[in-house]
């Protein structure tokens, strides 16, 4: 056995384990979805008509604002004409309702003192710049602000109102609230603003979110808010917990039973992916707030079969190897690039897959996409890296040239064998 395959041997189980103590140390667990664990409920119903187009805009605006808030894998849909919001293990409630339904409409305003008011058909409907700005926090003079970095048309009719109310004041309003109202010190703006007010840090970044993602094509009211537990229901939960973990189990004595020695690499891989996947899992709701939602179990659950696929290609190579009489210790060497391509095309068909329903769906189909491409990844480092050299150490140090200890038996006359399947069939 190389010395760079017994570093990679133990670099993966330092890194598998590793990384498992790491978080449990820290405290650190996936985050639920809403399914799982439950959250809060936010309906939403326009304040006027609305059509699909305007309907199924504010969604994918109140998407983009949830997750920018870190509430990963929100739940919304429609009803009718209500938007229906869950948002799962929300941290602060209070603040991400009110990010939902904030229509986030920016206008630009004369102050009605001495000067005569705001010519709308000039300038165009108060110069509305719903679409026309992104908004960013950094502080002024101890206070937060909201710089709005203008598009090339909102830039225009903001350097226009500049100069016919130069010295005058200029109400900033947002959804009808007069933010601030400052003086007009000059007459051209570059394409940039400040919005200052009584902002507090939160404040000021839910109304930058607000401002990046755009306003809301329609008014809504919220019909109602409340915690909702989780779908699946605790009972449900439990009783799917327990089938996965009865049929691992399965899975592993199957493996042990047919493969013999090369069954405990196959458990001990599992172990080392499963370790992996639970702490990224863990760090990526902790930093991220990607919640594990039951879309996302559902594709971990596949790539376990994905993963065990990958050593029952290794294994039977080196299993054809040792029928036409070679070494066993050979096999195991000789076997693994041949295997690693086949685990490479099978890896590569799943990511494809993954990644085309990441791109092209939303909500939590996306989930599932996300965690079966997490998990292939996973399984190709962990073929690469522990299973190979895990294999080759069995094989020159347990194995001692005795097929039947990989499931191969060896017939009167000494040739190979294939050992009987357990489910009544040969290998």
Do not use: C
Not at 43 to 66: G, M
Not at 100 to 129: H, Y
Not at 388 to 411: K, S, W
Request: a negative charge; aromatic letters at 8%; charged letters at 20%.
């Amino acid at each position: 056995m190389r010395r760079s395959q017994i570093v990679s041997l133990l670099l993966a189980i330092l890194i598998g384990f590793g990384s498992l103590a790491g978080v449990l140390a820290a405290g650190w667990a996936p985050v639920l979805g809403v399914q799982l664990q439950g959250g809060v409920e936010v309906l939403l119903r326009p304040t006027a008509p609305a059509d699909d187009e305007q309907l199924d805009r504010a969604i994918e605006i109140i998407r983009s604002r949830v997750d920018a808030l870190g509430v990963a894998e929100p739940d919304i849909t429609r009803q009718g004409e209500q938007v229906v919001v869950q948002l799962p293990g929300v941290k602060d409630k209070q603040r991400a309702v009110d990010l939902v339904g904030q229509t986030a409409e920016l206008r630009f305003r004369p102050v009605l003192l001495t000067f005569n008011p705001f010519d709308e058909a000039e300038f165009g409907s108060a110069l509305d710049l719903a679409d026309a700005y992104n908004g960013a926090i950094g502080t002024f003079n101890n206070e937060w602000v909201v710089n709005v970095d203008l598009t090339d048309e909102g830039a225009v009719g903001f350097d226009e109102i500049a100069a016919r109310y130069f010295g005058q004041q200029v109400a900033i309003v947002l959804d009808g609230v007069v933010e601030s109202a400052p003086v007009i010190r000059a007459t051209e703006f570059g394409g940039t603003a400040v919005i200052s007010g009584t902002f507090d840090e939160d404040g000021a970044r839910d109304l930058a979110v607000a401002l990046r993602f755009g306003a809301l094509p329609v008014e809504f009211e919220q019909d109602d808010v409340r915690t909702v537990s989780a779908t699946l229901g605790e009972g449900t939960l439990r009783a799917g917990v327990i089938a996965g973990i009865v049929g691992l189990i399965l899975v592993g004595l199957y493996m042990l039973a047919y493969y013999r020695l090369l069954g405990i690499v196959a458990v001990a891989s599992l172990a080392i992916s499963g370790s992996v996947l639970w702490s990224l899992i863990s760090w990526l709701g902790e930093s991220r707030g990607l919640a594990l939602t039951l879309a996302g179990t559902t594709g971990i659950i596949v790539s376990i079969g994905v993963q065990v696929d990958s050593n029952i290609v290794y294994y039977e190579r080196i299993k054809e190897e040792v029928r036409r009489g070679r070494a066993v210790r050979s096999a195991a060497d000789a076997s693994f690039k041949g295997a690693f391509m086949t685990i490479v095309w099978a890896d590569l068909a799943s990511l494809i897959g993954a990644g085309v329903l990441y791109q092209l769906t939303s909500g939590t189909v996306r989930g599932f996409a996300l965690y079966l491409g997490l998990a292939t990844l996973i399984d190709l480092a962990v073929s690469y890296f522990f299973m190979r050299p895990l294999v080759v150490f069995i094989a020159r140090r347990l194995v001692n040239e005795e097929p039947r200890r990989l499931g191969v038996l060896r017939t009167a006359d000494g040739d190979v064998a294939p050992a009987t399947d357990p489910t009544g069939g040969t290998s």
